[in-house]
């Protein structure tokens, strides 16, 4: 399945594997990566769980030529699972299967406290809206009622209809407000 269609079948349902999942949705270069590094650094040092989806719209490679890992796909493994004592990696090849959708990825995934997806902005998550002002693009939550909160470096230039609106460089506010949402998904009083 393409990931330019909503990829839903079966995503509520896996989604209740984690604490909760949150998407970052953007523009190119509104700074969805630099965000996830510093709120993944920030949950994770309150001792909370947490993963993350990446979607890339390219043809990447993370695994090293000349590696038995690599060897073993060059060779013809469709998957290769690489595992020592400080971390495991499976490498599936696509191949003619169509590209994985998230539900399937958050299957995969070990249970987590807070998953951060960054792509899949299609997808029926709820997320958080990165805009910045001076990339002079139109706001993407005018249409996609998924879109939950709106992280701005320019917070008064946004429509009065904005859902709530957090300062882009205010990390601890973006942080609680996932927060909350994690709590209120364990049935706790939020924080």
Do not use: C
Request: negative net charge; proline residues 5%.
């Amino acid at each position: 399945m393409s990931t330019s269609l909503p990829d839903n079948d079966g995503l509520a349902d896996v989604m209740q594997r984690h604490g909760t999942v949150v998407g970052l949705a953007g523009w190119s270069g509104s700074g969805k990566t630099t965000l996830a590094e510093k709120l993944i650094a920030l949950l994770s040092s309150q001792g909370l769980d947490v993963a993350t989806i990446k979607h890339a719209h390219h043809d990447f490679d993370a695994d090293t030529p000349g590696k038995d890992s690599y060897r073993h796909r060059a060779a013809g493994a469709r998957q290769v699972a690489v595992s020592s004592a400080a971390r495991a990696v499976l490498f599936t090849e696509n191949r003619t299967r169509a590209e994985r959708t998230l539900a399937d990825l958050l299957a995969a995934l070990e249970p987590a406290d807070i998953v951060i997806v960054e792509g899949f902005k299609k997808s029926a998550i709820p997320k958080i809206e990165i805009h910045r002002a001076a990339a002079n693009k139109p706001v993407l939550f005018t249409g996609d009622a998924q879109i939950i909160a709106v992280a701005s470096d320019d917070v008064s230039a946004l429509p009065d209809a904005a859902p709530p609106a957090i300062a882009l460089d205010d990390i601890d506010a973006i942080a609680a407000f996932i927060l909350a949402r994690y709590d209120q998904h364990r049935g706790a009083a939020p924080q």
